[in-house]
């Protein structure tokens, strides 16, 4: 899914593709888009938050012939906009700063406050690891229901990981409701819903949610 965007972009640096979640293991990383920021000394100077490069987010578009999907999407957009506030250009003119002064940078944290934004790993939120990496192998094996049911406990187990609920969403979207766009419905079209094997979706938990709750303000 992501080799098409990947060569369109033409980009000149190694693009790799985090199909293990080895992001969320070693570094906190709990939804996307995230940043982690290490200087040439190896050293974390902003642990994984919410990050963006500048400019407009180009919104997915859905297939005309598709009302069902079309009207998720316009939901979601909707949704969006009111729950999600994102300073796009903010964020772009952090790194830049960073670029330009190094050490000295005012957005570069001490290693005091890089540990205590990050992300602490109790009992469950490893064992909600250990339930998302068998659900991904049992789903690889075709074994469904078995996956859906280490998929959900991992999403009990750490309700606030964004990355295990999406994946989940997404493989069920483009396995129930085909189409290219699929898989960025994560949840039900109107009409679906009895398909649905999950209690929630994605629409659903964000609407739950403050404005500033999904991508919390770092910078």
């Known amino acids: 899914m992501a080799r098409p965007f990947i060569e369109a972009a033409n980009p000149t640096h190694p693009s790799l593709i985090d199909i293990h ?3 969320d293991a ?3 990383v709990v939804n996307i888009p995230n940043g982690v920021w290490i200087d040439e000394a190896g050293v974390i100077v902003r642990p994984a938050e919410p990050a963006w490069s ?4 180009r919104s997915p578009q859905t297939d005309p012939n598709d009302s069902a999907a079309t009207r998720r999407m316009e939901r979601m957009r909707a949704i969006l906009a009111t729950r999600i506030t994102i300073d796009r250009d903010r964020y772009a003119a952090a790194i830049r700063d960073w670029a330009d002064h190094g050490s000295a940078s005012r957005f570069i944290l001490p290693p005091e406050e890089v540990i205590a934004r990050s992300h602490p790993r109790p009992p469950e939120v490893a064992q909600a690891a250990a339930h998302f990496e068998l659900a991904e192998h049992l789903w690889r094996l075709g074994q469904r229901e078995s996956a859906l049911d280490h998929f959900k406990e991992a999403h009990r187990l ?3 990981n964004w990355t295990y609920k999406r994946q989940a969403w997404s493989l069920v979207s483009a396995e129930t409701f085909p189409g290219p766009r699929a898989r960025f419905m994560q949840g039900p079209p109107e009409g679906h819903e009895s398909d649905w094997p999950f209690e929630s979706d994605f629409l659903a938990d964000v ?5 500033d709750e999904y991508y919390p303000p770092t910078i």
Do not use: A, S, V
């Open 21 to 23: 979640h080895e992001m």
């Open 158 to 160: 750490q309700p606030d």
């Open 54 to 57: 500048g400019g407009e987010r």
């Open 26 to 28: 070693k570094f906190g």
């Open 207 to 211: 609407e739950k949610l403050g404005p």
